[in-house]
């Protein structure tokens, strides 16, 4: 519980300026973050880190290559699907957006999906 609180207000900071973005992956806390989407950890745990990193991926290039560089995007598809809480689907297609959005390539195919979670399949 202790790590998903920690990725939550670490979520809650970064989508407050660019400056915290820069702050949190000069920290070297995005391999840590990544880390967190891995099957094991809870789906709160999974939600706080996929909203955090979608944040940071947001926020500007130095940023953005850093949830790239850390192996976000494998993770970030995986957990995209039925079987996970609509918030999760949510935070990993906007993660997954940013990240195109911001230089990082993501298959066409895969935001196709990532669009239809953001746009509540409209």
């Not at 809480?85 to 298959?107: D, K, T």
């Amino acid at each position: 519980m202790a790590r998903g609180s920690a990725a939550g207000w670490l979520a809650a900071l970064a989508v407050s300026s660019v400056d915290v973005s820069a702050a949190i992956t000069a920290a070297s806390a995005v391999p840590a973050l990544v880390e967190l989407l891995e099957p094991g950890y809870s789906s709160y745990v999974q939600i706080n880190a996929a909203g955090c990193l979608a944040n940071i991926a947001s926020s500007h290039a130095p940023a953005t290559a850093a949830v790239a560089a850390a192996g976000a995007i494998p993770s970030l598809l995986r957990l995209m699907g039925p079987g996970s809480p609509p918030q999760l689907n949510l935070y990993a297609a906007r993660a997954l957006r940013n990240l195109n959005e911001h230089g990082q390539s993501v298959p066409a195919t895969v935001l196709s999906i990532a669009e239809r979670f953001v746009t509540g399949g409209r």
